[in-house]
């Protein structure tokens, strides 16, 4: 059973646009959610986090909000560039002592 | 500057071919790990390590075997590829479970 679900496999965003990328989580003790970013043959690289005592976590162009009654949480891009297109995982953690759980990514593209 | 390396970064081999993909790390985690990703699809864990002389198998059953004999080298070896082995592995580390997971670029591994 999948306890980080990204169900969108593919957003397409015209550049310049907000591109808004989103993951659901079925776990109550996760406390600690991490995006990253990947491109093809290459590994991921952390983007942003956010503690689950916060709602927003904002870093340049990228926002992340937590809601977690609903257990959700998204990752907005404003405004959306060329080299944002690659692959985002959501990941969420229960704690120091436990590993991640990712999420099967979304392939955000970007159109000029 | 503290960063974590996989070698080699492509490699084609012949079925029957014992491999090993080298993980080397410079910033003194503890964890590492190691994934299985094919595109459009999750990271799967194979194997992880809490730290020298300790492995354990992964969500994610594989073939492969890794040894963890000092904190920097985590290599993982396959005795015997086959082309279902074909897919991009990635190394990671961290200095907890949770939080902060950094990778390697990955290893592109097709199996002819």
């Known amino acids: 059973d999948q306890q980080v679900k990204q169900n969108s496999p593919s957003l397409s965003v015209q550049e310049g646009r907000i591109s808004i990328l989103n993951c659901d989580y079925t776990?109550?003790?996760?406390?600690?959610f991490l995006w990253y970013k990947k491109y093809p043959a290459e590994g991921p690289t952390f983007l942003i986090s956010?503690?689950?005592i916060k709602d927003k976590n904002e870093d340049g162009r990228f926002t992340v909000f937590l809601n977690k009654s609903a257990k959700h949480l998204s990752l907005h891009i404003v405004p959306s560039q060329p080299g944002d297109s690659a692959v985002y995982f959501c990941a969420a953690s229960a704690g120091s002592n436990y590993q991640l759980i990712w999420g099967a990514g979304t392939k955000l593209i970007i159109k000029p | 500057e503290a960063d974590i390396y996989q070698t080699p970064r492509y490699l084609v081999i012949g079925t029957g071919k014992k491999i090993t993909l080298e993980c080397s790390q410079t910033?003194?985690?503890?964890?590492m790990y190691w994934y299985q990703q094919d595109p459009g699809m999750e990271l799967h864990l194979i194997h992880y390590s809490y730290g020298v002389n300790s492995t354990e198998k992964g969500d994610l059953s594989s073939e492969s075997t890794v040894s963890r004999i000092r904190t920097e080298h985590f290599p993982l070896t396959l005795e015997s590829a086959r082309p279902s082995h074909t897919s991009q592995y990635l190394c990671a580390s961290s200095r907890d479970f949770g939080y902060g997971y950094t990778f390697g670029s990955g290893t592109r591994l097709t199996v002819v």
């Open positions: 910033m003194g985690h503890d964890k």
């Open positions: 956010i503690s689950s």
């Open positions: 776990n109550s003790m996760f406390d600690y």
